[in-house]
């Protein structure tokens, strides 16, 4: 049986060929604790540093300024609750979007129950946070604001370059979820004007279970966990140095083709909307207006409902706008805060291609989950007449 077309790149990549390649020397050699001070130690703290070195790399800063973790929800809390304990003297206030990742919203609730606030900014239609709206809602106790760089169902890329200019000077720490566009878009953290950045391996054809906190130097931070003091002090825990190599690699492998993987994907994401339009000519995309993430799709086929269609549509690998749980659907918060209606919202799928997208599965895609919402549409249509 062959294997169904996958459509679903921002829930995970595949690990690249070249990053199993380098990941295989660092299993077999690079076994060493890197804190031992002997030959097996230094062997691992060697691959330790060329991976951390690759992944400053693509963000454009100082090795010294990437701390390892085990993914993107820990940089995420590492992010909030680092810095809002090394300031919660200075203030107890926190500024983040509607549209945030969970490890984001989680954290923030996690300190609204210690007694900290979160202003929640809206999105407008598109999904797009004001700038305005951002500054507007810092208080004179605001220490932190962090504002997501790519939306991971919708694909909009949020103006943090504009939040940066408008909140810079002011103290306030900037924070970006990174996690869907490293790799996808130029995002170095200078350029974004960010003080900690997010990025996790499995978004970027890397392994899963290793990610990175970029933390500018000088940035006020408390290591959220504690023990031997690894990774200077930031981030307790041995690291784990194969994943950590892949991620290094998989930073390098971006950093060298990132313009033309940039263009391939958005080709195929732009074939793709086109041959589903021809067929579903009520389709509805959203955030089409506003700038998005190279290969990401957010569309809503009318009468079709998503989480059917995913089950049913044979061949192809792909994620809905709303998730079922208890046998009943539930509607993305994120199309909730864009205002989208609940009927839309829950026919919408999340279409992403990747790297190794060909024309030829972008063409058998469409015809497939075309046909499959033509027959729930029916079967829809159908059903009040039935006896």
Known sequence: MRDPIYLDYNATTPVAPEVVEAMVPALREAWGNPSSTHAYGRRARSALDVGRGQVAGLLGCEPTEIIFTSGGTESDNAAIVGVAEALSERGQHIVTSVVEHAAIEQACRYLERRGWSVSRVPVDGEGRVDPEGVADAVRPNTVLISI?????????????????????????????????????????????????????????????????????????????????????????????????????????????????????????????????????????????????????????????????????????????????????????????????????????????????????????????ISQTAFTLREKRRQAPFRQ
Do not use: W
């Open 148 to 368: 997501m760089h790519a939306q991971n169902e919708t694909g909009v890329i949020q103006p943090i370059r504009e939040i940066a200019d408008r909140v810079r000077g002011d103290g306030i720490v900037l924070h970006s979820d990174a996690a869907q566009s490293v790799g996808k878009l130029a995002a170095r953290v200078d350029d974004l004007g960010v003080d900690l950045l997010t990025i996790a391996g499995h978004k970027l054809y890397g392994p899963k279970g290793v990610g990175a906190l970029y933390l500018r130097t000088g940035t006020p931070f408390v290591e959220l966990l504690k023990g031997a003091g690894h990774e200077a002090g930031r981030r307790s825990g041995t690291e784990n140095v194969p994943a950590i190599v892949g991620l290094g690699a998989a930073c390098e492998l971006a950093e060298r083709e990132l313009p033309r993987r940039s263009e391939h994907m958005s080709e195929m994401r732009d074939r793709l909307e086109q041959a589903l339009r021809r067929e579903i000519p009520d389709l509805v995309v959203h955030g089409a207006s506003v700038e998005r993430l190279p290969n990401t799709l957010s569309v809503a086929l009318p009468g079709a409902d998503a989480t059917q269609l995913v089950a049913a549509v044979d061949g192809v690998a792909a994620g809905s706008g709303a998730a079922c749980h208890s046998g009943k659907p539930h509607v993305s918060p994120v199309l909730r805060a864009m205002n989208v209606a609940e009927e839309l919202a829950l026919c919408t799928l999340r279409l992403t291609t990747g790297r190794s997208t060909t024309p030829e599965e972008i063409d058998a895609a469409a015809s497939r």
